[in-house]
């Protein structure tokens, strides 16, 4: 069977499979031109189902809706990341080994990662071995087992890549950041934790039984299988494997961020390193019905992208900047916009950031031209359908708005708003939120004191 095509004239999108055309209010006029099937057990898991013409793969993703958002509880930070690793760990039935040689026979290798509103598990393989992935992966979901002693060798483990991580000043800023801009969301640590948390980690065992009892439930997760795969078989495997998985009780209370009312700075002095500057502003939670996102998102490209004036400017012209680049990004609660720029001399740093502000403080009054908007609108939509064309980029980019909304659709829903992006939208947002008093900068540079104000 000849793989479907992504035919791509003006506005027109279309799905053609051989014998057929999927036009007009069909496929077309979605993002992504393939259905998108859904199925909720009893228990609140959603099974999601997107047939795709890969024959003999499949790729195999189990959403959980927990990340460093969900550690509420003080001195607790980290434990979403934590068992990014201790789900590797084994069960009773299938223990690491048996997991791992098991797993090799599906054709697959698993992974996972974590980030501020969720954990993804992942793998693509075989597609014939789909019931040995499903086996496999409900039996470390609903009974997952380690010793005291796996677990403190787990903790060492974290805090071993936490070192690692931080000795990279850009990962010691962005801490920075997120600690001075946020004052009681859980957004004011990363997903690694705040490190006195990692160090204590260890004598948490009865803690993180009770976090993965808590989180580690159907009703917070969503499995995704997307290729050479029929839908009935899908939902039956579903039930049969996840079917008898308990429902949980838990909910976070995540807590309210305060609204910012004045200009924050952090500074990293690092000697040798090259000058770094971090402009960042309190945006806005994800939403695929406002149109604030997908208009910052034209925003930012037309501002700070390598076709924008102010890196012709800065980077081409003036030779002031290594790179500039920015943008917002998508969160299920407010999060931050961030504008980062490598400067060759630090003694340039204020002059980059005052054309920085005043590129942002243009588009708060000028419009810009409809052909630049349709060009920028129609680079963002269509950039992103040409990269989803395997089981792996499907599902990867179903899973990211399955953590932010809890339905797969709203990759849909999304991008269907980029149509309706204006150039008074665009500064409608500009006005909206970069605000000087919601603005936190973060700099690196051989001074003791951060060198812009």
């Known amino acids: 069977m000849k793989k479907p095509t992504i035919l ?6 279309a799905l053609i499979v051989p014998g057929k055309i999927y036009a007009g209010d069909d496929m077309s006029s ?10 909720k057990l009893s228990n609140g ?8 013409d890969s024959p003999g793969l499949a790729a195999f993703y189990i959403v959980v809706r927990t990340g460093s958002r969900n550690e509420v509880e003080e001195g607790k930070s980290g434990f979403a990341h934590f068992f ?6 084994g069960t009773d039935k299938y223990p690491n080994e048996k997991y791992s040689e098991v797993l090799k026979s599906t054709g697959a290798s698993a992974n996972a990662n974590t980030s501020l509103d969720r954990t993804v598990y992942h793998m693509t393989g075989n597609a014939a071995k789909l019931e040995t992935m499903f086996e496999l992966e409900s039996d470390r979901f609903m009974n997952l087992k380690y010793s005291l002693q796996d677990f403190k060798t787990e903790a060492g483990a974290v805090k071993g890549e936490y070192t690692k991580n931080s000795a990279n000043p850009y990962v010691q800023l962005n ?12 957004y004011k640590h990363t997903t690694m934790g705040f490190f006195k948390d990692i160090v204590d980690m260890p004598n948490q065992y009865e803690y993180s039984i009770e976090f993965f009892h808590r989180f580690y439930r159907p009703e917070y997760c969503t499995l995704i299988v997307v290729g050479d795969v029929d839908p009935t078989n899908v939902n039956n495997l579903a039930e049969k494997y996840f079917g008898k998985w308990e429902r949980g009780n838990y909910q976070s209370m995540i807590p309210v961020e305060p609204e910012q009312k004045e200009a924050r700075y952090t500074h990293l ?13 309190k945006g806005p939670a994800f939403s695929d019905h406002e149109i604030d996102m997908p208009a910052l998102d034209v925003l930012c490209s037309i501002l700070f992208s390598e076709k924008s004036n102010l890196y012709k400017k800065l980077v ?13 990004q998508d ?14 001399k630090a003694s340039d740093m204020q002059y980059v950031k005052d054309q920085i502000m005043a590129a942002i403080d243009s588009a708060k009054t000028n419009k810009v031209s409809d052909a630049q908007l349709k060009e920028t609108k129609m680079h963002l939509k269509y950039s992103f359908a040409m990269s989803i064309d395997n089981p792996t980029s499907i599902a990867e980019s179903l899973s990211a708005y399955t953590w932010l909304t809890g339905d797969p659709e709203s990759l849909n829903r999304l991008y269907a708003l980029y149509d309706r992006v204006t150039a008074d939208d665009l500064i409608m947002v500009a006005n909206k939120y970069f605000q000087i008093p919601h603005m936190t900068v973060g700099t690196i540079a051989d001074t003791n004191e951060c060198p812009v104000k």
């Open 269 to 281: 002095k690092k000697a040798g390193f090259p000058p770094y500057m971090d402009i960042n502003f």
């Open 8 to 13: 791509i004239a003006g506005a027109f999108l």
């Open 45 to 52: 898991l959603n099974v999601v189902t997107v047939p795709y």
């Open 84 to 89: 990014e690793h201790m789900m590797f760990r």
């Open 331 to 344: 969160s299920r609660d407010p999060f931050l916009i961030s504008i980062g720029a490598s400067v060759k």
């Open 30 to 39: 979605k993002i992504l031109p393939y259905p998108i099937l859904q199925k």
């Open 175 to 186: 801490e920075q950041i997120q600690n001075t801009a946020f004052d009681r969301h859980t």
């Open 316 to 328: 081409l012209d003036e030779q002031k900047a290594r790179f500039i680049n920015g943008g917002a």
